[in-house]
T-cell receptor, first 115, second 115 residues
C-alpha cells in the first residue's frame, strides 16, 4: 500500500521564479492538503483540495495556488518566489467523511530553497 | 481561533528514562480532534495518535501513553523507557470537527535521547 509521495525532494530557485510541487495521495484517499513548514516551526496550513476544488484556505497570499486532478493527485504552485518562501512543503492526504475528521497522512515533503 | 502551545522546546534524556511532552490547546469548538505526530530527521510527519474531544479515556500503546484532560485543555504524551530511535521532533495538532478540517500545529518539541 503506497503512502503519500511528493516530488521533487529538493528544489533550488531564485527570487521571482515560479515553482510547481507535486503530490500523490495514499491509496484510497481523495483529499489533499498542503502545509508549509519553516525551519524550527510547526507546519502551517496552505489549502485543501477535494473533488478538484479548493475547499479550505489558510492565510497565504494568492501567489500560492493549487490544483487537483481526477486521479486525486495535486500540485502546489508558487509564483514570484520570495526568500521567505524557503521551507519544507508537506502534502497530506485523507479520506473525506461527512460529519467527521479523518486523519491526515503526510508525505516526505519537498525542500524548497529560494536564493 | 484555534491555538496549540508546546511550551517545551527541547528535551534531552538518557536512554531508558521516561519523558512527558506537554501540549495545551485553545478552541471555542465543543467538538474537536487532537493529534500527535512525530517528525524524524528525514522530515516526514508520522501519525501517532488521534483523540476526539468527547473521548477522555487515556490510552497506552506499548511504550507510549497519552493523557487527555479537557478541564485543563491538555493532551500530554509520555514515552516510557525511551530509546535512541525516539529522537525526533514531536508535534501536537488540533482540528475542528467537520470533514477534513485543517490541522493547527504547535511549534514542536525536539526530543534527544542519548545512549
Amino acid at each position: 500500500d503506497a503512502g503519500v509521495t511528493q516530488s521533487p525532494t529538493h528544489l533550488i530557485k531564485t527570487r521571482g521564479q515560479q515553482v510547481t510541487l507535486r503530490c500523490s495521495p495514499k491509496s484510497g484517499h481523495d483529499t489533499v492538503s498542503w502545509y508549509q513548514q519553516a525551519l524550527g516551526q510547526g507546519p502551517q496550513f496552505i489549502f485543501q483540495y477535494y473533488e478538484e476544488e479548493e475547499r479550505q484556505r489558510g492565510n497565504f497570499p494568492d501567489r500560492f495556488s493549487g490544483h487537483q486532478f481526477p486521479n486525486y493527485s495535486s500540485e502546489l504552485n508558487v509564483n514570484a518566489l520570495l526568500l521567505g518562501d524557503s521551507a519544507l512543503y508537506l502534502c497530506a492526504s485523507s479520506w473525506r467523511t461527512r460529519g467527521d475528521t479523518d486523519t491526515q497522512y503526510f508525505g516526505p515533503g519537498t525542500r524548497l530553497t529560494v536564493l | 481561533a484555534q491555538k496549540v502551545t508546546q511550551a517545551q522546546t527541547e528535551i534531552s534524556v538518557v536512554e531508558k528514562e521516561d519523558v512527558t511532552l506537554d501540549c495545551v490547546y485553545e478552541t471555542r469548538d465543543t467538538t474537536y480532534y487532537l493529534f500527535w505526530y512525530k517528525q524524524p530527521p528525514s522530515g516526514e510527519l508520522v501519525f501517532l495518535i488521534r483523540r476526539n474531544s468527547f473521548d477522555e479515556q487515556n490510552e497506552i500503546s506499548g511504550r507510549y501513553s497519552w493523557n487527555f484532560q479537557k478541564s485543563t485543555s491538555s493532551f500530554n504524551f509520555t514515552i516510557t523507557a525511551s530509546q535512541v530511535v525516539d529522537s525526533a521532533v514531536y508535534f501536537c495538532a488540533l482540528s475542528e470537527a467537520g470533514a477534513n478540517s485543517k490541522l493547527t500545529f504547535g511549534k514542536g518539541i525536539t526530543l534527544s535521547v542519548r545512549p
